[in-house]
Each structure stands twice: as C-alpha cells, then as structure tokens.
T-cell receptor
Framework: ETGVTQTPRHLVMGMTNKKSLKCEQH?????MYWYKQSAKKPLELMFV???????ENNSVPSRFSPECPNSSHLFLHLHTLQPEDSALYLC???????????????FGQGTRLTVV | DQQVKQNSPSLSVQEGRISILNCDYT??????FLWYKKYPAEGPTFLIS?????DKNEDGRFTVFLNKSAKHLSLHIVPSQPGDSAVYFC?????????FGAGTILRVKS
C-alpha cells in the first residue's frame, strides 16, 4: 500500500466510449503524474501537475485529457481511443520535485486499459 | 528521444552472487536519480536514490553508483536473493519530472 489509489484497476472500452481514470492520494504531496506503460517500452511520462497546475504535457494526443481539481485528485479523461492505447496507466505523486531534491514518487497500482 | 536508457532488457543471476543493473542518461539537467522495483500487477516501488553531488549511496544490500562524467549509473545488489526477481527501472529527475528507462528484468535463480 503506497498511499496512492487508482480506480478502476481494469477497464475495457470501445473506441467510441468516454471513460475516466481516477487517482487519489492523501500523502500531502503536491506533484502528481500520469505515466503510460506499454509492452516492452519505457514508462512514458504523459502529464505532470505541480500545485494543481499542469507543468508538462509530453506530446500526448488530445484524446487523453487530464484534470487536477485539487492536489489530492488527478483524473485522466479518455475519448475515442485507439487499440494501440491499450496499456497500463500509472499515477504517481511526490512532494514537489526541486533541483537536487531528495524525494521519490509513490505509484498507484495502475489501471490496465484495453481498447477494443 | 529516450533520455534514460537501460540497454539490458534482462539479467539472470545465481542466488548469492552480485546483480549489476546499468542505466545511461543523456540530459545534463538531471540531478537526482532513483531506482524502482516493479512486480507484476503492481506499481513501481522506490528502492534507492542518489543526488548528483554524490557518487555512491548504499542501503543494505543495495548500492547505487553514479558517474556523472559518463552519464551512467548502476545498481548493485549483493547478495542477490530470489525475492529480488522483478523489473528494475532507473529514473532521473530535473526538478520538474521523473523520466524512466525501459526497465531490466532481473531473475535470481536459486
């Protein structure tokens, strides 16, 4: 148990569906991240939020839309996805990273997404 | 452009021996480095880290070495145990984000 909770754990959706992934942490962290893990690829950073402000969008297609209403919650809204978007989506939180800062990110268990 | 690279997809080691996992990075703005361990169906969990002002950090059986001039870090596990079998990710931070490598699957044989 890392203190970061992701729901749902598994999701199957059609290409025309709209769904949302949820991430929640009550660790007092103020940086939250979405990562994507596809088979045989690195953990790909998608979005970074620091103090509820998006500070990084790693060239993610607009069919993925993040939302961070407060520092404890992070959503990833999904719309008209493609089969190649099937992957494990991981949320992480950390105290705000600083240059040379010694902090680690805590990960949720991920949402296994399958697009059919 | 992959800024953090783990060039060995897998490593197999005998129990009791040393496991050495390697990681290279390209971005000179990275100043903090971490290793994560991941079991199937779980998120990565933090293992050990090192700041760029150091060249070594040790925690029990785990030691991380950093060679800034070569932009290279490594994780040593001594002695290796079967429970260490997992995927190991190297990560680097520039103060705003964590960038991960592709991971190395470590198998420790008993």
């Amino acid at each position: 148990e890392t203190g970061v909770t992701q729901t749902p754990r598994h999701l199957v959706m059609g290409m025309t569906n709209k769904k949302s992934l949820k991430c929640e942490q009550h660790l007092g962290h103020n940086a939250m991240y979405w990562y994507k893990q596809s088979a045989k690829k690195p953990l790909e950073l998608m979005f970074v939020y620091n103090f509820k402000e998006q500070t990084e969008n790693n060239s993610v297609p607009s069919r993925f839309s993040p939302e961070c209403p407060n520092s404890s919650h992070l959503f990833l809204h999904l719309h008209t996805l493609q089969p190649e978007d099937s992957a494990l989506y991981l949320c992480a939180s950390a105290t705000r990273l600083t240059r040379g800062g010694n902090t680690e990110a805590f990960f949720g268990q991920g949402t296994r997404l399958t697009v059919v | 452009d992959q800024q953090v690279k783990q060039n060995s997809p897998s490593l197999s080691v005998q129990e009791g021996r040393i496991s050495i996992l390697n990681c290279d990075y390209t971005n000179s703005m990275f100043d903090y480095f971490l290793w994560y361990k991941k079991y199937p169906a779980e998120g990565p969990t933090f293992l050990i880290s090192i700041s760029s002002i150091k060249d070594k950090n040790e925690d029990g059986r785990f030691t991380v070495f950093l060679n800034k001039s070569a932009k290279h870090l490594s994780l040593h596990i001594v002695p290796s145990q079967p429970g260490d079998s997992a995927v190991y990710f190297c990560a680097a931070s520039d103060g705003n984000k964590l960038v991960f490598g592709a991971g190395t699957i470590l198998r420790v044989k008993s």
